[in-house]
C-alpha cells in the first residue's frame, strides 16, 4: 500500500488516547509532526535556534520527557535513525537540531498532487456510480409506468364504451378513466359487460344509497361480486316482487285451491230439511 494521509499534530494530546510511553514508530511521527514546515526561530532552553524547513531543535532531556524514555534510550533511538539516512543531526550547547531527511516525501506539495489525483478519480468513481444508479432508477420507473397502464387490446371495450353503459351517476370521470386503463382486457370487458346488472342489484339493496362511484366500482373490482337472478312478479299478488322459492309457494298453494273449488261445486246437492224428522 502506498501515498500518504494526513494526520492532526493534536493526535498526540488528544483525551481518547492514554498517556503513556510511544513507540518507536510514534517517536517517528512525532518528529515529523514536530519538523518547521518552513523556517522560523524557536527558543530552546536558554538557547535561540534557527530552524529550516524539516528540522527541528530539542533536547535529549526534552524528547525523553516528550516520549516518557529514558535519555539512553533516546540517544540510541536517534543513533539508529541517523545510521538508517532518516534523519541527520547535530548537538551544539546542549541542544540537538534534528533534520528529517526526504522531509518533502511526507509533508511536500507533490504528495497533494498525488491527493488531488485520488480525489479526482474517486469523484470520478462516484460520478459513474449514481449515473449508474440513476439509469437503473429511470429503468425500473419506466417499468412500473408500464405496469400501471395495461396494455391495449384491440378486443377490450375502450373506457368511452364503459362509460356509455354506466348506468349510476356519472361523476368523476378522470378517476374513472384512470381507473379503468389500470385493468387488464378481461376485467375491462367484464367491467363493461356486468355494469348494469350490478347497478341494477346494487339499487334494489340500497334503494336510499347515493350512487356509487364508476372509479370505486373499478378500483374495489366490484365488477366481481356475485349477481343474484331477478325476480319476477307472481299473478295478483300484492307484492310487486317475490323470490322463485316463494313463487314455487304460491303456484303450488293456488293449484290446491284451485282442486278444492271444483270438487265443491261437483259435489250432490243436499235435500232441504223442512223439520219433519
Not at 534557527?50 to 526534552?62: M, P, Y
Not at 498525488?114 to 456510480?129: G, L, M, P
Not at 425500473?140 to 387490446?153: G, I, L, Q, T
Amino acid at each position: 500500500m502506498s501515498g500518504t494521509v494526513n494526520i492532526a499534530r493534536s493526535i498526540f494530546d488528544h483525551a481518547v488516547f492514554a498517556d503513556e510511553p510511544k513507540t518507536e514508530r510514534e517517536a517517528w511521527i512525532w518528529l515529523i509532526m514536530e519538523a518547521s514546515w518552513k523556517p522560523r526561530t524557536r527558543r530552546v532552553g536558554s538557547v535561540v535556534v534557527n530552524t529550516e524547513r524539516g528540522q527541528l531543535a530539542a533536547s535529549v532531556r526534552f524528547l525523553a520527557g516528550a516520549w516518557k524514555w529514558t535519555a539512553p534510550k533516546v540517544q540510541r533511538y536517534l543513533k539508529r535513525l541517523e545510521k538508517m539516512e532518516m534523519i541527520r543531526s547535530q548537538a551544539d550547547t546542549g541542544v540537538t537540531v534534528i533534520t528529517i531527511c526526504n522531509y518533502d516525501e511526507y509533508q511536500g506539495v507533490a504528495k497533494s498532487t498525488d491527493t488531488v489525483a485520488i480525489q479526482s478519480r474517486y469523484s470520478a468513481d462516484t460520478n459513474e456510480k449514481k449515473d449508474e444508479i440513476r439509469e437503473e432508477g429511470n429503468k425500473k420507473d419506466a417499468k412500473a409506468s408500464r405496469a400501471d397502464v395495461a396494455e391495449p387490446d384491440p378486443a377490450s371495450p375502450s373506457f368511452d364504451e364503459f362509460w356509455a353503459v354506466w348506468p349510476l351517476g356519472k361523476i368523476s370521470k378522470k378517476d374513472a378513466e384512470k381507473a379503468f386503463r389500470k385493468l387488464s382486457p378481461q376485467d375491462r370487458r367484464l367491467a363493461t359487460e356486468r355494469s348494469r346488472p350490478w347497478a341494477e342489484q346494487w339499487r334494489r339493496s340500497h334503494p336510499h344509497a347515493s350512487p356509487i362511484h364508476p372509479a370505486t366500482y373499478l378500483n374495489a373490482g366490484r365488477f366481481n361480486d356475485e349477481i343474484q337472478p331477478s325476480l319476477t312478479i307472481i299473478n295478483g299478488s300484492n307484492h310487486d316482487r317475490q323470490s322463485p322459492q316463494q313463487n314455487r309457494h304460491t303456484a303450488a298453494d293456488d293449484r290446491f285451491g284451485r282442486i278444492a273449488d271444483a270438487a265443491v261445486r261437483n259435489r250432490a246437492p243436499s235435500r232441504p230439511d223442512f223439520g219433519f224428522g
